[in-house]
């Protein structure tokens, strides 16, 4: 075929087999409609532009944490409204998502493991002219205020600490220990600790037992596990015995028998077991593990049910260190909850109260020292969000409804495209017309969801009928593009006057235009409704498809044809 | 090619362009009154899978403990059962539960994951005031972008009344067989708008862009094109409700009905009315229609 001639031809093949491929090698996904997901509507106490789009980004990040496979945190036009979906419809997992959408991130600062000012005590300082957060090129500054107890705190803590660290953790745990195998333990004493460019002076281990006050024991792996089963029933009574008696009590006789055990050969655990039991006495509700509490050693296992402690697990990546500043995600960070450190600044050290301050710092580039900025502002507002919140409308669509919705779209998708086919045929009677119209509608379907699948749309049920739209509104383009055409074809027949093919293909596409606009124009301010933006999503790529690409591959072809 | 003419030649083409308005006025109070679904006026949707085969009327049973109008759709998938229950009324978990338990034998396990959601009134009636406000700014932006396209104040006014009356009518219809408006319903109306524009301006042009011939011919000409384009939408939809009167899927169904009442009304807005608008207007105009037209943007 002359490729000058046809060239709308062959860009409507290449744009079918471009999205043939990315449809086959990157799929579809697909919406909570189809495969099952929750949609939760949160209502602001409050509304407005900076309540909701803080609260939406606060919210984001903390769902984000949780690892579900989607999750959608999406604004609504009234400013009141957040929309929330989440890609599981299980009850243990919801009950997780709606603690964590009333939960309360608690901020806090310390220096050199001394408590400066926590919660809110501290905050934006909003009332600053120019802003509370300010991003000059790289360098970025964020203006904060304390109050109550904060700046006395803080004087104490940064007394004389020039040129050391202040630390920054949201939601450190306040009342866990972490349990480790040895191996990690020398590991994380042998690394030192860098969050910031001059922080010097600590490795990871110090860094967790001191700056972030989280005590760290260190239990060895059961070498013998025949040994340990038989030692097993003895240290049950034991502790039994111990915990009938009283914590304190057992806590001095413990330290007693731990420095004489250990001359005793008895293993180190024995020690991290009584070291488990003290700190349960204080206050540790929750131990941290590296590893599944099934990979224990026995006696630890049972020490820490026996004790009724809760258990987090923080699986560490063997080829990771605990601690890198490039990865914000790495070990220490996930555990502690720390966001970041700064130095501290003379003028700020002579031990007098601190009412006002900036955290500042540089950034690679400007958009990077942007997102810190907005970064900040999450963590410091996260102790409240900036207004209150109620879940409104919690709505789960189950897999097993959506995976039929999906069946019945296509049974629905195919049964209409055979009707239409019918009609068309009986109109025309003329096989090749019919079938040229079937197959440009068939490659109208596969762009646009070729389209879907290149920028990651997710095709819900609203999607789906806006290509059912968009396809319907292609029908009727082709079927006035063959009819002005033939009319043309017609008329050069029976009159042997020429009759010119081009203008009534272009009157075709005045039509066909306008109708696209009018189209267009009807379903942009649709995008605003969160339930119907795939429908206008669809609606709009498939009216835009049909102009651009296979409106004037079909003209072609029925010029050719007739 | 005279179809058009020998089955409405013999009427009068001025009763024939009343006939679409009157009918319109004549609907608009049931249009405005048109019963509304859950997501505008508040209610209760739960989805239930249980792990076995449930007959419809033990399920019906079941929830009509709980409240007394409710609208209960039930799929068997081969040993596990979906069950779908919508109410306008406030259904508790609580009672739901307890119902459930006793009449139905559902485990703790399988009632751990009935969560009826409730729609609150307020918030649906925030959602139909988006609804309506989104409504107006497409209906604007329609009404530029054809006037900006024909540039000619009455042919516009004949493309845009006819769009909106077959809103009305559909509504009108809607309600008359007491069908709920919901929010895919919204979407289906803009579609709407958008399939009464296509026939309306491909008429349109039709008969005022070729000035070289008679009017009834042209609109002769236009029927048969017009008549395809609603036929195969009309046959799309009309399989859409067919197939989901046996497989329910409201949000199609809705989207169905919608359409097929709006392309009914649509065949007589645009073939009785605005046909005798633009012929009134053609025979103002001596016959003559503005050749203003010169749109080519694809040129060889």
């Not at chain 1, 106490?45 to 999406?74: A, H, Y």
């Not at chain 1, 990771?320 to 050290?349: C, M, N, Y």
């Not at chain 2, 067989?177 to 895919?184: D, Y």
Request: net charge negative; with cysteine.
């Amino acid at each position: 075929m002359d490729i000058k001639r046809n060239w709308r031809i062959w860009v409507l093949a290449l744009a079918v087999m471009l999205s043939l491929a990315l449809v086959l090698t990157q799929g579809l996904s697909f919406g909570i409609d189809f495969s099952g997901g929750t949609e939760l509507k949160m209502e602001l106490e409050k509304g407005g532009d900076d309540n909701v789009g803080l609260t939406t980004r606060i919210l984001k990040e903390r769902l984000n944490g949780l690892g579900l496979k989607s999750v959608q945190v999406l604004p609504e036009v009234d400013k009141k409204h957040i929309t929330i979906k989440v890609s599981t419809t299980d009850p243990a997992e919801l009950e997780q998502v709606r603690n964590i959408l009333y939960q309360q991130a608690f901020f806090e600062q310390f220096v050199d493991g001394d408590l400066c000012a926590k919660g809110d005590e501290i905050q934006l300082d909003v009332s600053r002219t120019g802003g509370s957060a300010v991003v000059t090129g790289r360098s970025w500054q964020v203006f904060v205020r304390t109050t109550g107890d904060g700046p006395a705190r803080c004087g104490k803590a940064m007394k004389g600490k020039v040129g050391h660290m202040t630390d920054i953790f949201l939601d450190r745990p306040r009342e866990a220990a972490i349990l480790l195998e040895d191996s990690l333990c020398s590991e994380l004493a042998g690394m030192d600790f860098t969050n910031n460019a001059d922080d010097v002076g600590y490795t990871d281990l110090e860094f967790l037992e001191t700056r972030a006050n989280i005590p760290v024991l260190c239990f060895t792996e059961s070498e013998a596990e025949e040994e340990e089963e038989e030692e097993e029933p003895r240290e049950l009574n034991e502790s039994l015995m111990e915990e009938l008696g009283i914590v304190v009590e057992s806590n001095e006789t413990g330290g007693n028998e731990t420095e004489e055990n250990e001359t005793v050969e008895l293993p180190q655990n024995d020690q991290v077991i009584e070291e488990l039991r003290a700190l349960a006495g204080q206050n540790i509700t929750k131990v941290i593990l590296s590893v599944n509490i099934t990979a224990l050693p026995a006696d630890i296992r049972d020490a820490v049910e026996e004790l009724n402690l809760t258990v987090e697990v923080v699986p560490k990546d063997p080829d990771q260190p605990f601690h890198s500043r490039e990865d914000p995600d790495s070990w220490i960070d996930a555990v502690t909850g720390l966001k970041s450190t700064l130095e501290i600044q003379e003028g700020l050290t002579y031990g007098t109260p601190i009412y006002s301050s900036v955290f500042t710092g540089s950034s690679e580039s400007p958009e990077e020292a942007q997102k810190t900025v907005d970064s900040y502002q999450i963590w410091l507002s996260s102790g409240n969000l900036p207004i209150k919140i109620e879940i409104v409308l919690e709505k789960p669509n189950l897999p097993e409804f959506g995976a039929r919705f999906l069946n019945m779209s296509m049974i629905v998708a195919l049964v209409a495209i055979i009707l239409v086919g019918i009609v068309i045929a009986i109109r025309y009677r003329e096989p090749k017309i019919s079938m040229f119209i079937l197959c440009i509608t068939l490659s109208e379907v596969i762009i646009i969801l070729g389209f879907a699948s290149l920028v990651s749309w997710e095709l819900d049920l609203a999607a789906v009928a806006g290509i059912i739209a968009a396809v319907g509104t292609g029908v009727d383009h082709q079927v006035v593009i063959t009819d002005e055409t033939l009319r043309g074809e017609r008329k050069r027949s029976d009159d042997k006057r020429l009759w010119d093919v081009k203008g009534a293909i272009n009157r075709a596409f005045f039509i066909i235009f306008t109708a696209a606009a009018t189209t267009v124009g009807a379903m942009l301010p649709l995008m605003s409704i969160i339930d119907l933006k795939g429908f206008a999503f669809t609606t709009i790529v498939g009216v835009l498809i049909g102009i651009m690409v296979t409106r004037p591959a079909y003209a072609r072809i029925v010029e050719l044809i007739t | 090619m005279d179809f058009y003419d020998r089955v409405f030649g013999k009427t009068d083409y001025r009763i024939l362009a009343l006939l679409p308005p009157l009918l319109g006025l004549l609907l608009i109070p049931l249009a405005m009154n048109i019963p509304l679904g859950i997501d505008f006026v508040g209610g209760t949707e739960v989805q239930i899978v249980a792990e076995r085969a449930l007959s419809e009327s033990a399920v019906s049973g079941a929830v009509a403990a709980c409240v007394s109008d409710a609208h209960i759709s039930i799929q068997d998938l081969g040993g596990k059962t979906t069950i779908l229950v919508k109410t306008k009324e406030d259904l508790t978990k609580a009672c739901l539960d307890e119902s459930f338990s006793s009449n139905l034998g559902f485990t703790d396990e399988e009632l751990k994951k009935v969560i009826p959601s409730t729609f609150k009134p307020e918030l649906g009636r925030t959602l139909l005031d988006q609804g309506i406000n989104v409504f107006m700014i497409a209906v604007i932006l329609m009404v530029i972008v054809v006037f900006l396209a024909f540039r000619t104040v009455i042919p516009s006014i004949a493309v845009i009344s006819a769009a909106l009356f077959d809103i009305i009518i559909a509504l009108g219809l809607l309600s008359l067989f007491g069908i709920e408006l919901t929010l895919a319903g919204v979407a289906a109306l803009l579609m709407l708008v958008g399939y009464s524009v296509d026939t309306d301006i491909m008429l349109t042009t039709r008969t005022l862009k070729q000035a070289n011939k008679p009017f009834d011919q042209s609109v002769n000409e236009a029927f048969v094109t017009g008549i395809t384009m609603t036929g195969t939408t009309l046959a799309a939809m009309t399989s859409i409700i067919v197939v989901t009167s046996f497989l329910e899927m409201e949000a199609m169904a809705q989207i169905a009905y919608v359409l097929v009442a709006g392309l009914v009304a649509d065949l007589f807005t645009t073939w009785f009315m605005n046909v005798g608008i633009l012929k009134w207007y053609t025979g103002r105009k001596g016959g003559l229609a503005p050749s203003r037209f010169k749109f080519s943007l694809f040129r060889d």
